[in-house]
């Protein structure tokens, strides 16, 4: 296992706006994710999480037809929807961070993440937890290859 060189973000925000990096980023280049950035930040009100959990469905209808923005309404749903997970988790004692090291392992935790959170799978759950600095196994040994199947998240060296 080793520790991505991301940094733990300071605040739920952080976490939010890390996850829902890897949610718009998975099914399309980062190139396209990261030209948008700025403009999805603004449109998520800077991924303050009550803000984005309080979102309604106008508010939806509203992100899928702005241009700054992924406009894939199932994304930007469970983006909403994730972050009214994450004010949840983040009531327990520890928080979202204890929350996410209460898993055990790295198998658990993505499984974990998988079951409470919308659009995140395999891949996108690596990219997440390697972005908020939680130890992950190298790429290969979660037996994925450069070539097929999976893009390697943007950040990881190849061999870490």
């Not at 998975?26 to 948008?36: L, R």
């Not at 209808?61 to 702005?66: E, G, I, Q, T, V």
């Not at 241009?67 to 994450?86: C, F, H, L």
Request: charged fraction near 25%; charge should be negative; aromatic fraction near 10%.
């Amino acid at each position: 296992m080793q520790n991505w060189h991301g940094s733990r973000p300071s605040s739920l925000a952080g976490y939010l706006e890390a996850m829902t990096r890897a949610i718009f980023t998975a099914g399309i280049s980062w190139k396209v994710v990261e030209a948008k950035w700025d403009g999805i930040k603004e449109a998520f009100a800077g991924f303050d999480v009550e803000t984005v959990a309080a979102m309604t469905p106008a508010d939806v209808d509203r992100l899928a037809s702005d241009p700054r923005v992924i406009r894939n309404r199932r994304k930007i749903e469970a983006i909403i929807d994730n972050a009214a997970k994450m004010l949840e988790l983040d009531k327990a004692p520890g928080g979202f961070a204890g929350y996410l090291r209460s898993g055990g392992n790295y198998k658990e935790t993505v499984a974990d993440l998988k079951h409470d959170f919308g659009f995140l799978g395999d891949s996108t759950a690596y990219f997440f937890l390697a972005m908020v600095a939680e130890p992950v196994p190298s790429w290969e040994e979660c037996g994925w290859t450069h070539s097929g199947g999976h893009e390697r998240p943007r950040g990881t060296a190849r061999g870490d």
